[in-house]
């Protein structure tokens, strides 16, 4: 396993349209983010699971989103009814946090992202 | 709430040291971050800072003091691949935090 790795790379959607994202992380790690990111900006956290868990989302996630884990490994993110200030780059990252570990034990790893142009 | 401050973008010239400065504001501190992100590419893991102190990495060096809320990015020997963006993170509980960035630009 290299790394976290999403799909798609890229989406092009009409707006109104559906589009969903699939993440799948670092195969060891437990947790995994999501993350929105338009130009210029830093990452905006969005959702994130411990395991099957989702345990902590942003206000940003309105009702169009949807965030699922369900087994604990791969997740997918759902965006409905697009509109075209979804356009961003949607980041996935896991991390396997353990006390003691220091940098790798805390750090976050991030996937190529997937870029969604609602046009 | 919630607070990282960056500055917007840096310049400077191939062969210097450059510093980048990050100040935050946040409700927990469990570790402060800095990556590394190149135009159109995902952010890359660069320095963890949890202790107050200087952590040395090579060419990179990243400063923390919690008791002032800062940290900075040291640079040294700057190559032209070092064109990027600098995002500063704060783990706060579960989450993670991250600055808008400062996008760094290393002329010849």
């Known amino acids: 396993d290299t790394g976290v790795s999403q799909d798609p790379r890229h989406k092009i959607t009409k707006r109104g349209q559906n589009v969903t994202f699939r993440c799948d992380p670092i195969?060891?790690?437990?947790?995994l983010y999501w993350y929105r990111q338009t130009l210029g900006q830093g990452p905006e956290f969005l959702t994130y699971f411990q395991n099957e868990a989702q345990l902590e989302k942003s206000r940003l996630l309105s009702d169009r989103f949807s965030a699922e884990r369900p087994k604990g490994s791969f997740s997918t993110l759902e965006i409905q009814r697009t509109e075209q200030g979804d356009s961003a780059m949607y980041l996935c990252?896991?991390?396997?946090?353990?006390f003691g570990a220091g940098a790798s034990g805390n750090t976050i790893y991030f996937g190529e992202g997937s870029w969604l142009t609602v046009v | 709430g919630q607070n990282i401050d960056q500055p917007t973008e840096m310049t400077a010239t191939e062969g210097a040291i450059v510093q980048i400065n990050c100040t935050y504001q946040t409700s927990g501190f469990n570790g402060l971050f800095w990556y590394q992100q190149h135009a159109g590419e995902a952010p890359t893991f660069l320095s963890y800072?949890?202790?107050?102190g200087l952590e040395e990495k090579g060419r990179f060096s990243s400063f923390l003091s919690r008791s002032k809320g800062y940290s900075y990015l040291l640079l040294k020997e700057l190559q032209m691949k070092d064109s990027a963006s600098y995002l500063c993170a704060v783990a706060d509980g579960q989450n993670f935090v991250f600055g808008p960035g400062t996008r760094l630009s290393v002329l010849p």
């Open positions: 800072n949890v202790l107050d």
């Open positions: 195969s060891e790690h437990n947790r």
């Open positions: 990252a896991s991390s396997f946090p353990r």
